[in-house]
DNA sequence: GCATACATTGACCCATGGGTCAGTTTATAA
DNA sequence: TTATAAACTGACCCATGGGTCAATGTATGC
């Protein structure tokens, strides 16, 4: 069988329990000993699964940004024009999945360990790309090239800013606050059309649905 | 002497270092020891100023804010009205003495810091309301209060936003972007007037300005 | 039953780094 | 010149935490 990838299964659990760890803890909190405490199995363990603290960090790394990226799938699937692709996006970024202060604290711990690491910062421009081609294209058809790419890096800015503000939660950040400034910010090229008011509604609605399905709280 | 605080300036000298250094190595690689060379001093003499690494840090924090709050000071003290003090603080944050990457980490290493001690909150909290208040008082003046408050928010959103991925070092986030993204936002409320279009231009020059006088230089 | 491979662990190792301390140098004031 | 206080240091202590290892389960295939 090649090289038995060490039952992925197992991987992924202590993958998610660092990202827990990070979230709690921060970076300097989170200790193998804790990761192995918090997926209740001994550091050694941990280890064998793996080989450096790392490599676990980095898992934990790709392990919350997939989250996200299911999130943004899955309402990318429902999509079905350029309004609705922009808003899935926007709200898959604020899905009461991860939009929450200690996942938020975990993103930032990652974010200033990325300098100084090439794994991670290889990682984090994986993520960067996606998200930009993700909100281009529809804004493209939106509008002119030059205004598709501009909109596209401030409405990331204001993702990364409502983002930290969430981690560090300063000025009590929720997402109806978020949803007004990215409204704010979409005003600024875009009239509000009977297209774009409508997908926010249904994306707004997806996402909402989806939560419910998977019996998560939402109480916006 | 009642107490002698310990040499102000000596103080304000390791709480450079210390800042410095968490510029280049991040938050896990500031020690003492690298602190205290970066000082050209020994590790004891640190702990001399500083009781614990903790207080140190927190010096740090301080002292990277500090620097930033000159800035906006030193352009609020040429502003004559509410666009111009708008512009100042918008400048300030992007002037090229700290929209540079290796700051921006060292903010970036601080902030993921913030949530797992009392102390950097409470200084966090009183930056973020400064910031708050240097926009939302200007901006009263130039549309209703709704809107100053909203536009404020998603402001601070895109300054956190650009500062987080000029950390990153993602997609070359250089001032010029910044701004355009700055510009964008402020076109949702309100129009090219000519004196918003004077106060950019006046706050750009006058930041540019001091940065010559004081030999910085400065590519844009 | 037995062999093999993997899972899991406690015990251990050791480098790192924060913090202490006792002592030396240096500056200042009487 | 000398007393005093502050600045500064090398040497040391010790807790923490990443990483290794040999040993002990435990399942699977023959």
């Given at each position: 069988m090649g090289r038995r990838p060490l039952s992925k299964i197992r991987r992924k659990e202590f993958a998610r329990a660092a990202h827990l760890c990070?979230?709690?803890?921060?970076?300097a909190g989170t200790t193998l000993?804790?990761?192995a405490e918090q997926a209740g199995v001994s550091k050694a363990s941990v280890l064998h699964y793996y080989r450096?603290?790392?490599?676990?960090?980095?898992?934990a790394l790709r392990h919350g940004n997939s989250t996200l990226r299911d999130e943004v799938s899955a309402l990318m699937r429902v999509?079905?024009?350029?309004?609705?692709?922009?808003?899935?996006?926007?709200?898959?970024?604020?899905?009461p999945r991860a939009f929450r202060p200690p996942i938020a604290q975990g993103w930032l711990a990652l974010s200033a360990a990325v300098p100084h690491n090439r794994q991670y910062q290889r990682i984090q421009t994986v993520i960067y790309a996606r998200t930009r081609s993700n909100?281009?294209?529809?804004?493209?058809?939106?509008?002119?090239?030059?205004?598709a790419e501009l909109m596209t890096d401030?409405?990331?800015?204001?993702?990364?800013?409502?983002?930290?503000r969430c981690g560090l939660s300063l000025g009590g950040m929720t997402a109806a606050e978020a949803r007004r400034q990215f409204e704010?910010?979409?005003?600024?090229?875009?009239?509000?059309?009977?297209?774009?008011?409508?997908a926010r509604r249904l994306?707004?609605?997806?996402?909402?649905?989806?939560?419910?399905?998977?019996?998560?709280p939402c109480e916006d």
């Open positions: 990070l979230a709690q803890h921060g970076l000993a804790r990761v450096t603290k790392e490599d676990l960090l980095e898992a999509a079905r024009d350029p309004w609705q692709r922009v808003y899935a996006v926007i709200e898959a970024n604020l899905s909100l281009v294209g529809p804004l493209r058809s939106l509008s002119d090239a030059e205004t401030a409405l990331i800015s204001v993702i990364d800013g409502v983002w930290t704010l910010l979409l005003d600024a090229r875009f009239a509000d059309s009977p297209e774009r008011h409508a994306m707004s609605e997806a996402c909402r649905a989806q939560m419910l399905a998977r019996g998560i």
